[in-house]
């Protein structure tokens, strides 16, 4: 492909704001012709039909339809399909990928959760979370660090479940700090968690020695449960478990049995099911910091997943490889 394509938005039109200001907007109509700017939130209507007629990418976002052969045999000219956030799973059918290119900007998500993550962990190595609710509660002086589990980060030791773009993005960033960093991923060799600065080890060892364990693996059916009561149970007192992955990660009831124990801490921003309902424990326990799913891309933050794509959509006008190209033989081991 190359010269100016025909791009389509496919996105929850209420998000388009946030993702394409009027900068985004400008650098997008300098590299494509775009037919219509409000994007599409359906595939079956007539205006979606005149639109996938023309189209040449589509420019997708969070709440894009799903484009399955359906969608293709009322797109002739689609051959791409830039995707302005993560996973392409939910909305881009297998089908798909033996005519489409397919992008993510699943790269430029990852910044904001790896920080994120970093924060928590930092934080709740202080007891930052724990202490900040006592505090409200006692209103007055405490041998604060005789209140709460061992409180410090230096020379503590953390344990990164998954390898993944943000695994590796949060192993970088605590470099720095002087953790003892531990990695346990089944696709990667010791050398390589070498060179990224942690030491390979299986997941119960991982489980045994951490003081905080983050999770960064995807979301598979393999996966699904990864963190079950046997498991959980190899924490030691007074450990953290950090997860900005996928609640699905987690048996929930056996994080809640230990939790309600008080055995361990926990930083959750991702839970199953997502919103977790009033009554849940988890809104109110004090050993436990809970976010609604927030650490991705949100706000400002959205305009770097709109940069990236915009990257892509000019080496498709350049006639150039994509740089976040997802492949058929990827979906089996990616979020």
């Known amino acids: 492909m190359g010269g100016r394509p025909v791009v389509v938005l496919a996105m929850a039109p209420a998000l388009t704001p946030d993702l394409l200001g009027p900068a985004e907007r400008e650098r997008l109509r300098a ?49 791409a399909v830039v995707h ?94 002087d953790f003892e960093l531990l990695v346990h991923d089944p696709y990667l060799a010791a050398d390589e968690a070498r060179a990224l600065g942690a030491e390979a080890v299986t997941l119960d060892d991982l489980l045994r020695r951490a003081d905080v364990v983050s ?9 699904r449960g990864l963190l079950d009561r046997r498991r959980l149970a190899l924490l030691r007192d007074g450990a953290v478990l950090v997860n900005t992955a996928r609640g699905a990660l987690v048996d929930g009831d056996a994080l809640l049995a230990e939790l309600v124990a008080g055995r361990i801490d926990a930083v959750i921003d991702t839970t199953l099911p997502e919103v977790l309902p009033p009554d849940s424990p988890l809104y109110e326990l004090p050993n436990v910091f809970l976010t609604p799913h927030i650490a991705g891309a949100m706000g400002t933050e959205t305009r770097r997943l709109a940069a990236l794509a915009l990257d892509e959509i000019e080496r498709l006008s350049r006639g150039e490889p994509l740089a976040h190209e997802v492949r058929l033989e990827d979906l089996a081991r990616i979020a």
């Open 84 to 177: 302005a956030a993560g996973t392409v799973k939910e909305h881009v059918d297998p089908a798909c990928y033996g005519r489409l290119r397919v992008s993510s900007a699943a790269a430029a998500n990852a910044v904001p959760v790896a920080e994120f993550t970093v924060a928590a962990i930092l934080l709740a190595g202080k007891r930052a979370f724990r202490l900040s609710r006592l505090y409200r509660e006692l209103r007055g002086f405490r041998l604060w660090w005789k209140e709460v589990p061992p409180i410090g980060n230096y020379r503590k030791v953390v344990g990164i479940v998954g390898a993944s773009r943000i695994g590796r993005l949060v192993l970088q960033r605590l470099r720095p700090f």
């Open 31 to 79: 590299l494509a012709e775009v037919p219509d700017p409000e994007p599409l939130a359906r595939f079956d209507d007539e205006r979606a039909g005149r639109l996938l007629a023309q189209a040449e990418v589509l420019l997708s976002g969070w709440g894009c339809p799903r484009i399955d052969e359906a969608v293709l045999a009322r797109a002739p000219r689609l051959r």
């Open 215 to 223: 999770l960064h693996a995807p979301a598979l059916p393999e996966t």
